[in-house]
């Protein structure tokens, strides 16, 4: 991942858990639209323009699958072999 040149004016914490959900909406006429949803509040991840894939979008989007997949492996290693389910902070 790249560093930040901007500095960082505000953090938004969007919790996992129960009615969190990740949704990838394919379109045929426009470009995809990735849904993250949490309860009350949901972010949409979407392309520079809805007519066009740029080679940023398509950078940004495998970084976001790469970061995603490491984020599952961090939450199942945690996870992992916890008999009640409740995880583990590693």
């Known amino acids: 991942m790249t560093r930040r040149r ?3 004016v505000s953090i938004i914490n969007l919790n996992t858990g ?8 394919p379109y045929p006429a426009r470009t995809p639209v ?39 492996r961090s939450v199942e290693r945690s996870f992992h072999g916890m008999p009640d389910g409740t995880g583990l902070a590693a």
């Open 18 to 25: 129960r009615g969190a959900r990740a949704t990838s909406h």
């Open 34 to 72: 990735l849904a993250l949803d949490f309860g009350a509040v949901s972010v949409l991840v979407t392309t520079t323009a809805s007519d066009r894939v740029t080679a940023a979008d398509v950078e940004f989007a495998r970084q976001l699958a790469r970061e995603a997949q490491t984020f599952a």
């Open 6 to 8: 901007n500095h960082r």
